[in-house]
């Protein structure tokens, strides 16, 4: 099975804190990773390093074999990484529509009408086509994370890279997200690396799964390895009970 | 209604000449070139998001190149306006790439001050622009014709201003348009949607440049002389006060903030004294009752 993904070694540094300390990864085409652990266990920058969002200080980032890490974050799409974010970041003044168009900025324009039967038919897809012309500042919260999604999907990308797509929504919109996710990995084959707090998501989608605490690898393996192992047990203490769930 | 809108515009713009005093036509002309210039600012502020306060620079570098060409050389309409509008958008270019590594506050000090020191250039370089004697321009070479006054100026201007707004429209629908307004909303969105916020932002600002350099070019159309003093803060500010009236990123908003403003001091003509105090007083009422301008009015009354 071929690697879409390899951390080697990779560390954040910010001022004098290790956020990600000498991360080894590797993530298999068409697969669903998770990456977990306790708050401040440096996923989220993790992530934002494989965007380039933040640049490691050692280490290398490899997508498809060749390293990323000479690109700035605006050639991620271009080379078939998409991100969505943790926290809502939308063109919030933008229409739903203009959202998912500017989603595909790095796919080559096959003309105005094209691009917008091509949004159009990514809306109907997670059920927003009859909000397309309202600002997103005024989509529920939930909805305004479907769109982020949706515009990340837009350029069409073999990595999709997730920050927390489940924070805040609600049980009924989890379980959405959830085939949604299986959806795109198995039907469309696309990679997907996840940052997750919500366990039971994790425990369902997740072919493998990652541990992270204090910046360093401490598990690896199937959800049922990950939930038996002490170490991460002992890495989430009192919150065992949401690794056992 | 919009319609409506598109008949009375043009109903006013061919009766100026017809139905106008002189003194009509001339501030008819500068309300074509205050459009022109606050579309090309509106540009960098409402669209792209960046407060950058260089635009009266680039005004000026249009001015004087088409004046000092048109002077020497009795170059023909349009050549030395397209020579003025490249110097503005090289010039514009190469102050956006440094300026552009700042934001908000520090990259409006940065480009005010080089809008500063652009004005200290047109005041001091005696031997090109005549300093603070300001400069005499010979009348508008066409051809064979010499545009002497205001009526000989008008349907050109009005031309060139009906060629802006036409660009500006063409570029909001665009993918560059597009990518402004997404770096103006998130720049991590705009990143990591693919788009290159910062080619994206020095693009934004060289179109604004070019903007106020044609705006400039259009100046000594139907005016025989620019005084340094003219290109300073007070034209900035009047200019920046009819694009935030108006309503940032909206054009037909943009367009009636120039008219409104630009003929308000005209209304206010005879209080004399009072008048830079009910100008001032109008401004604030404007900015603390329609946030969003003369387009925000509109647009809520429509809905």
């Known amino acids: 099975m071929s690697v879409a993904l390899e951390l080697q070694g990779v560390e954040v540094r910010f001022g004098g804190l290790r956020a990600v300390a000498g991360l080894d990864l590797h993530v298999r085409t068409g697969t669903i990773h998770a990456l977990i652990g306790p708050n401040g266990a440096g996923k989220s920058t993790a992530l934002n390093s494989i965007s380039r969002f933040v640049t490691p200080v050692r280490g290398d980032i490899l997508f498809e074999g060749r390293s990323i890490l000479r690109f700035g974050p605006h050639r991620m799409a271009g080379l078939g990484i998409a991100r969505a974010f943790q926290n809502l970041e939308l063109c919030g003044r933008l229409s739903v529509l203009e959202n998912v168009l500017v989603g595909l900025a790095a796919v080559p324009s096959r003309g105005r009408g094209a691009d917008r039967a091509a949004a159009m038919e990514l809306l109907d897809r997670i059920g927003l086509a009859d909000e397309a012309r309202v600002p997103a500042e005024r989509l529920p919260f939930g909805r305004q994370k479907q769109l982020d999604l949706a515009r990340a999907l837009a350029s069409r990308p073999r990595l999709l890279l997730l920050d927390e797509p489940a924070a805040g929504l609600r049980n009924r919109d989890i379980r959405a997200l959830d085939a949604m996710l299986l959806d795109l990995c198995r039907r469309d084959g696309v990679t997907i690396l996840l940052v997750e707090h919500v366990m039971s998501l994790v425990m369902s989608v997740a072919d493998r799964i990652t541990v992270l605490n204090h910046g360093e690898k401490i598990s690896e393996g199937s959800a049922a390895e990950i939930r038996t192992d002490p170490r991460v047990i002992a890495a989430y203490l009192g919150r065992a009970a949401d690794v056992a769930a | ?303």
């Open chain 2, 1 to 303: 209604m919009r319609r409506t809108a598109l008949a009375v515009v043009a109903a006013a713009v061919v009766a100026v000449p017809l139905l106008s005093t002189d003194y009509g036509v001339y501030l008819a002309n500068t309300l074509l070139v205050s459009g022109v210039l606050a579309i090309g600012l509106d540009i960098l502020l409402g669209l792209a998001g960046q407060f950058a306060f260089a635009h009266i620079a680039f005004f000026g570098i249009g001015v004087y190149a088409t004046g000092l060409l048109t002077n020497r050389f009795s170059l023909t309409f349009p050549l030395p306006l397209l020579v003025g509008a490249t110097l503005a958008t090289g010039v514009a270019l190469l102050i956006a790439i440094p300026a552009l590594r700042l934001r908000q506050v520090y990259l409006a000090l940065t480009t005010y001050a080089f809008a500063a020191v652009a004005q200290w250039v047109f005041h001091s370089w005696d031997a090109v622009t005549s300093g603070a004697n300001g400069l005499r321009m010979s009348p508008t070479v066409l051809f064979r014709w010499h545009l002497i006054d205001d009526r000989d100026a008008y349907p050109l201007l009005v031309v060139i201003g009906l060629v802006m707004v036409g660009a500006r429209a063409l570029l909001e629908n665009s993918r560059l348009g597009l990518a402004m307004k997404a770096v103006h909303e998130s720049e991590p969105v705009a990143l990591a949607s693919g788009i290159d916020a910062r080619r994206t932002k020095i693009v934004a600002f060289g179109i604004s440049g070019c903007y106020a350099g044609i705006a400039g070019g259009m100046l000594p159309l139907f005016t025989s002389y620019i005084h340094p003093d003219t290109l300073g803060l007070e034209t900035l500010v009047g200019i920046l006060t009819m694009v935030v009236v108006g309503g940032l990123g909206s054009t037909w908003g943009v367009l009636a903030g120039v008219v409104v403003m630009g003929l308000l001091p005209e209304l206010l003509r005879d209080l004399q004294v009072l008048r830079e105090l009910v100008y001032g007083a109008v401004l604030m009422l404007a900015v603390m009752f329609m946030p969003r301008g003369i387009a925000g009015l509109a647009h809520r009354s429509a809905s």
